[in-house]
T-cell receptor, first 112, second 115 residues
Framework: DAGITQSPRYKITETGRQVTLMCHQT?????MFWYRQDLGHGLRLIYY???????DKGEVPDGYVVSRSKTENFPLTLESATRSQTSVYFC???????????FGDGTRLSIL | AQTVTQSQPEMSVQEAETVTLSCTYD???????LFWYKQPPSRQMILVIR??????QNATENRFSVNFQKAAKSFSLKISDSQLGDTAMYFC????????????FGTGTRLTIIP
C-alpha cells in the first residue's frame, strides 16, 4: 500500500548505543521530516530534507544524524543514545509547500 | 520565528454538543498556511483541516470548521455534533509560504467526548 512507513514501532535500548529509526514513503514526496513528541512540547522538528542529498537542521538537532541518499528513505540515527532522547518519533512527508504533511505511525523509543 | 499557542491543555464536552478549540499564532508573514491535526489514542497524526491565509473564506470539512481571523492571528477549530471518535489530542500548526516546508506546532489540546 502507498504511504509512509516507520520502523520499528517500539524500541528499547541502552544509553550509549547507536540506534537508527527508519522511514520510507511511496509517494515520491520531495520533503521529509523527523519530529519528536514529548509531553508539554507538542511536536518539535529534528531534521528535514527538501530532496535527496539535501538535509537541514530543525529546532532540536543535537545528538541526531540523518541522511537521504534516496527520495523515498529518510533514516534518523542516534549516534550515542541518551535518556533525554526517550520520546515518540514521527516521520512525515510533504509534496510541496502548503501541502499537508503526512505522518507515519510513530516510533516509541525508550532509552534505559 | 513563528510561534503557535494553544491555551487550552484539556477540554471535555458531552456527545453531540459543539466544541471550539482555540489557537493563536505569531508571524510577520502575510501568506502562509494553517492546519489542524488530530492524534487519537492510536498515536496517528491525522489532518483535520487546512486553511490558506490568503483565502478569506473559512475552511470546512464535514463537522469540522475553522474561524480564521487573520488580523487577530487566531485560528480556532469548531467541532459540531461531537462524536466519541473525536476524542483525541488536537494540534494546531503553522506552515510558511516561502522558504522551507517546516511546520510549527502548538502544544496541543486534549479533547474528551463524554458519552
Amino acid at each position: 500500500d502507498a504511504g509512509i512507513t516507520q520502523s520499528p514501532r517500539y524500541k528499547i535500548t541502552e544509553t550509549g548505543r547507536q540506534v537508527t529509526l527508519m522511514c520510507h514513503q511511496t509517494w515520491s514526496h520531495s520533503y521529509m521530516f523527523w519530529y519528536r513528541q514529548d509531553l508539554g512540547h507538542g511536536l518539535r522538528l529534528i531534521y528535514y530534507s527538501a530532496a535527496a542529498d539535501i538535509t537541514d537542521k530543525g529546532e532540536v538537532p543535537d545528538g541526531y544524524v540523518v541522511s537521504r541518499s534516496k527520495t523515498e528513505n529518510f533514516p534518523l540515527t542516534l549516534e550515542s543514545a541518551t535518556r533525554s532522547q526517550t520520546s515518540v518519533y514521527f516521520c512525515a512527508s510533504s509534496e510541496s509547500r502548503g501541502h499537508p504533511q503526512h505522518f507515519g505511525d510513530g516510533t516509541r523509543l525508550s532509552i534505559l | 520565528a513563528q510561534t503557535v499557542t494553544q491555551s487550552q491543555p484539556e477540554m471535555s464536552v458531552q456527545e453531540a454538543e459543539t466544541v471550539t478549540l482555540s489557537c493563536t499564532y505569531d508571524t510577520s508573514e502575510n501568506n502562509y498556511y494553517l492546519f489542524w491535526y488530530k492524534q487519537p489514542p492510536s498515536r496517528q497524526m491525522i489532518l483535520v483541516i487546512r486553511q490558506e491565509a490568503y483565502k478569506q473564506q473559512n475552511a470546512t470539512e464535514n463537522r469540522f470548521s475553522v474561524n480564521f481571523q487573520k488580523a487577530a492571528k487566531s485560528f480556532s477549530l469548531k467541532i459540531s455534533d461531537s462524536q466519541l471518535g473525536d476524542t483525541a489530542m488536537y494540534f494546531c500548526a503553522f506552515g510558511p509560504n516561502f522558504g522551507n516546508e517546516k511546520l510549527t506546532f502548538g502544544t496541543g489540546t486534549r479533547l474528551t467526548i463524554i458519552p
